[in-house]
C-alpha cells in the first residue's frame, strides 16, 4: 500500500520519494516479481507464486510522473484508490493545499486506465466510514462508484476504506452498492483473509528502502525491523528444539 510518490523530501510517512519508488521497481523486476491488479488476485489460479499487487491509494497528483509512468516502463501494473472529490483538486483532508496534496485529473485517471492499470473508489470525500451512518456511507460508496465508471467506461468494482476504519453497516453498504472486493489496512497475506471486503495489505512508509520492501514481501507485516526479525528467528529456532 503505496500513497503519495513525492519529489521531494516527504512530508507525511506514508509519502515515499520518487527515485525511492524507482528502487523499489527495480528490486521487484530483478528478483522476478510478477505485479498484477488487485483483482486478478481474487481469481488466483493462474498466477505465478511471487506475485504482488502493488496498490495507491488517495490518487495523488505526482502519481502520474513517479509512478504510473514507471511502471509502464517496466511493464507492470497497479491499482489506484481514488478519491472522488478530490479529482483534479487537493486532498483536503491533508490540510492546507501543497504540491504533495495534488490530485490526479480526470485525465490523467483514464489514461491510467485505458494503459490497464486499475481503479477503484476510495470514497467521494474521504471520510471515517465507522462513523458514519448506513444512508451516508452508500451514498459514499455509490456517489464515488458512479463517477468513476461515467468518467473511465468500465465497471468499478475495488475499494479501499478511507483511514482503514469501517463498522459492520460498511461491508453490508459495500456489498448493496455493488462492490466485490474491499481493501483494509491490516498487514498480512492476501489469501490467509477469508473475508474479501477485508483484504489484508502491507503499509510503505516514507522510509521504506528496497531492503526493507524485501523483508515486507517475505513478512507480510508492516513491522520488520530487526528487533522483531530476531524475535521471529529465536521463535522458530524454540520451535524447532521444543519439537
Ligand atoms: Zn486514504
Same mark, same amino acid.
Given at each position: ?89 487537493? $486532498? ?14 480526470? +485525465?490523467? @485517471? ?18 471515517? @466510514? ?7 456511507? $452508500? !451514498?459514499?460508496? +455509490?456517489?464515488?462508484?458512479? @463517477? ?11 475499494? $479501499? ?8 453497516? +460498511? ?14 489496512? !491490516? ?12 483484504? !489484508? ?11 526493507? @520492501? ?15 526479525? $530476531?524475535?521471529?528467528?529465536?521463535? !522458530? ?7
Amino acid at each position: 500500500m503505496y500513497h503519495g510518490t513525492t519529489n521531494n523530501y516527504p512530508v507525511s510517512k506514508y509519502s515515499i520519494q520518487a527515485s525511492q519508488f524507482k528502487k523499489h521497481l527495480i528490486y521487484l523486476r530483478k528478483n522476478g516479481w510478477h505485479t498484477v491488479c488487485l483483482s486478478e488476485l481474487c481469481t488466483p489460479d493462474d498466477l505465478p507464486d511471487k506475485t504482488v499487487a502493488l496498490t495507491f491509494d488517495d490518487g495523488y497528483a505526482d502519481n502520474f510522473e513517479n509512478a504510473f509512468l514507471p511502471l509502464l516502463e517496466n511493464n507492470m501494473k497497479a491499482t489506484w484508490f481514488i478519491t472522488t472529490d478530490g479529482i483534479g483538486k487537493h $486532498a483536503e483532508w491533508m490540510g492546507p493545499p501543497s504540491e504533495q496534496t495534488k490530485m490526479l485529473t480526470a +485525465s490523467q @485517471l483514464s489514461e491510467m486506465s485505458a494503459a490497464g492499470m486499475e481503479i477503484g473508489s476510495h470514497t467521494c470525500s474521504h471520510p471515517d @466510514l465507522s462513523q458514519a451512518t448506513f444512508e451516508q456511507q $452508500a !451514498r459514499e460508496l +455509490s456517489e464515488s462508484k458512479q @463517477l468513476l465508471e461515467a468518467l473511465l467506461q468500465k465497471p468499478v468494482k475495488g475499494f $479501499a476504506y478511507p483511514f482503514g476504519r469501517y463498522n459492520e453497516e +460498511s461491508l453490508t453498504a459495500i456489498t448493496a452498492t455493488g462492490y466485490d472486493w474491499a481493501c483494509s489496512t !491490516r498487514s498480512g497475506w492476501f489469501d490467509k483473509e477469508p473475508n474479501p471486503l477485508l483484504i !489484508r495489505r502491507v503499509t510503505i512508509f516514507a522510509d521504506d528502502t528496497a531492503a526493507i @520492501l524485501a523483508r515486507k514481501l517475505a513478512f507480510a507485516d508492516n513491522d520488520v525491523s530487526w528487533k522483531k526479525m $530476531a524475535n521471529y528467528y529465536s521463535q !522458530r529456532l524454540k520451535a524447532k528444539f521444543l519439537h
